[in-house]
């Protein structure tokens, strides 16, 4: 496939959207809130004020970002808390520009992308939406007897959910699926570029003979998704780069927006995972898999059943957490939980053999928190894969005032300590 005709392919069809104001942060104090148990309650305090919730979900504390105007109100309500960031628009800042790659080096001609894999320097910035497209279609075009772009469907605003499928020498959909997704809560930027190293890199040990990455083929199929919500990516880099949800728009309600990772239809009705109001971050939706791209996801990973998923890996951040089944029951296990325990301990090994970076390992719901309509448990519950995580990248769970900001320096990193985790994870299960 030509590079023009893939990126024609995923011509982004959007619907007429209003243009709306960027969210300045600027002056918002980021406090760090110690729950004591009680944390419905001091939500239900807070609800009036300018504030944006920031932390990864931890049970005993959250941290809050105050805008300036509520500062003196949030204080007043006497919270066991402590300020972490005196001005959260200064540490965005230290995420770094929004830079062109493709635009940037005019000598790299139409002809030698279709030749060669894009340059790593793809991995020294966070990049604008429509660049990630022309990024899969080099891929593409660089494996072409291997790979093929494919799309799941259409997100709310008419974008393309698309994916890139690779596989071996037998054939496409000749092995069971190792299954990627990225960039479900729009925020949470390192998702994306981290899939990307993994596929480039698979890619290119293909393409260069590496027995291992060959062996790989060998035994699966892998279909990557780098972006499963990308109405609410685009509105991060035009809009509200705190934003998590998707885009879709609720009657009787002036909130927007539904979690994709609480909207699949296993354990969807179960309480304490999720929430049913509309203004929450965790939205649950008014129904099982009733947005539109949860609905196609499901019509997509059902597609797979026939040779069956042997891993997925939900890609997040943040917090360096490996999270095994379950999420919705902090008592549930996994059939094969030993196994996969056995795994992910060495998952662990591999990423902290890279830089020393360490990450914890073990049941969603009883490791972090609980969860419901998670598509970890989908997988695992509802389409029996045999591994079936959430991966939460850098920085730790201590990861200052907005750990869902890393800075640029770090995606090259972060993608190196998952690649040797994943070629650890490939070889042995």
Same mark, same amino acid.
């Given at each position: &496939?030509?590079?023009?005709?893939?990126?024609?392919?995923?011509?982004?069809?959007?619907?007429?959207?209003?243009?709306?104001?960027?969210?300045?942060?600027?002056?918002?104090?980021?406090?760090?809130?110690?729950?004591?148990?009680?944390?419905?309650?001091?939500?239900?305090?807070?609800?009036?004020?300018?504030?944006?919730?920031?932390?990864?979900?931890?049970?005993?504390?959250?941290?809050?970002?105050?805008?300036?105007?509520?500062?003196?109100?949030?204080?007043?309500?006497?919270?066991?808390?402590?300020?972490?960031?005196?001005?959260?628009?200064?540490?965005?800042?230290?995420?770094?520009?929004?830079?062109?790659?493709?635009?940037?080096?005019?000598?790299?001609?139409?002809?030698?992308?279709?030749?060669?894999?894009?340059?790593?320097?793809?991995?020294?910035?966070?990049?604008?939406?429509?660049?990630?497209?022309?990024?899969?279609?080099?891929?593409?075009?660089?494996?072409?007897?291997?790979?093929?772009?494919?799309?799941?469907?259409?997100?709310?605003?008419?974008?393309?959910?698309?994916?890139?499928?690779?596989?071996?020498?037998?054939?496409?959909?000749?092995?069971?699926?190792?299954?990627?997704?990225?960039?479900?809560?729009?925020?949470?930027?390192?998702?994306?570029?981290?899939?990307?190293?993994?596929?480039?890199?698979?890619?290119?040990?293909?393409?260069?003979?590496?027995?291992?990455?060959?062996?790989?083929?060998?035994?699966?199929?892998?279909?990557?998704?780098?972006?499963?919500?990308?109405?609410?990516?685009?509105?991060?880099?035009?809009?509200?780069?705190?934003?998590?949800? *998707?885009?879709?728009?609720?009657?009787?309600?002036?909130?927007?927006?539904?979690?994709?990772?609480?909207?699949?239809?296993?354990?969807?009705?179960?309480?304490?995972?999720?929430?049913?109001?509309?203004?929450?971050?965790?939205?649950?939706?008014?129904?099982?898999?009733?947005?539109?791209?949860?609905?196609?996801?499901?019509?997509?990973?059902?597609?797979?059943?026939?040779?069956?998923?042997?891993?997925?890996?939900?890609?997040?951040?943040?917090?360096?957490?490996?999270?095994?089944?379950?999420?919705?029951?902090?008592?549930?296990?996994?059939? *094969?939980?030993?196994?996969? &325990?056995?795994?992910?301990?060495?998952?662990? *090994?591999?990423?902290?053999?890279?830089?020393?970076?360490?990450?914890?390992?073990?049941?969603?719901?009883?490791?972090?928190?609980?969860?419901?309509?998670?598509?970890?448990?989908? &997988?695992?519950?509802? &389409?029996?894969?045999?591994?079936?995580?959430?991966?939460?990248?850098?920085?730790?769970?201590?990861?200052?005032?907005?750990?869902?900001?890393?800075?640029?320096?770090?995606?090259?990193?972060?993608?190196?300590?998952?690649?040797?985790?994943?070629?650890?994870?490939?070889?042995?299960?």
């Amino acid at each position: &496939m030509r590079v023009q005709s893939a990126i024609t392919a995923l011509a982004v069809l959007v619907t007429s959207v209003a243009a709306e104001e960027r969210v300045s942060y600027e002056g918002y104090k980021v406090y760090r809130i110690d729950t004591h148990d009680e944390s419905e309650q001091i939500h239900k305090l807070i609800d009036g004020l300018h504030a944006v919730e920031v932390s990864c979900g931890e049970s005993d504390h959250f941290d809050l970002a105050v805008a300036p105007e509520d500062v003196e109100a949030f204080q007043a309500l006497g919270f066991d808390a402590f300020l972490l960031s005196e001005d959260l628009s200064v540490d965005l800042a230290e995420e770094g520009p929004v830079e062109s790659f493709y635009e940037s080096d005019a000598n790299f001609t139409l002809e030698a992308r279709q030749q060669s894999l894009p340059a790593l320097s793809w991995f020294n910035l966070y990049r604008p939406y429509v660049e990630h497209a022309t990024f899969f279609s080099q891929l593409q075009a660089a494996f072409p007897s291997n790979s093929r772009i494919f799309n799941v469907g259409n997100s709310y605003q008419g974008r393309s959910i698309y994916g890139i499928h690779l596989w071996g020498p037998g054939g496409q959909g000749s092995r069971p699926a190792v299954y990627f997704h990225g960039t479900v809560h729009a925020r949470e930027w390192i998702s994306a570029p981290v899939v990307e190293y993994l596929t480039w890199h698979l890619i290119d040990g293909y393409r260069n003979n590496d027995p291992l990455v060959r062996s790989f083929f060998d035994k699966y199929d892998f279909y990557i998704v780098p972006f499963v919500n990308p109405d609410g990516f685009v509105y991060t880099q035009s809009t509200d780069r705190l934003w998590r949800k *998707n885009r879709q728009p609720r009657s009787g309600s002036s909130c927007v927006g539904t979690d994709g990772n609480r909207n699949w239809n296993f354990q969807w009705s179960t309480p304490g995972g999720a929430s049913t109001s509309p203004c929450s971050e965790t939205y649950r939706g008014q129904a099982a898999g009733d947005t539109p791209e949860i609905r196609a996801l499901t019509t997509f990973t059902n597609s797979l059943s026939t040779r069956g998923i042997k891993l997925f890996i939900d890609w997040h951040s943040y917090g360096q957490y490996i999270l095994l089944p379950y999420g919705y029951n902090c008592q549930a296990r996994a059939p *094969n939980h030993n196994a996969q &325990m056995s795994v992910a301990a060495g998952f662990s *090994n591999a990423i902290r053999a890279v830089s020393g970076t360490r990450f914890t390992y073990g049941p969603s719901c009883s490791t972090l928190y609980a969860t419901t309509g998670s598509s970890p448990d989908y &997988m695992g519950g509802a &389409m029996g894969a045999e591994y079936s995580w959430t991966v939460e990248l850098r920085p730790g769970p201590g990861g200052g005032s907005s750990g869902f900001v890393l800075p640029a320096s770090q995606i090259v990193v972060s993608g190196r300590e998952q690649w040797e985790g994943i070629k650890y994870v490939l070889s042995t299960i």
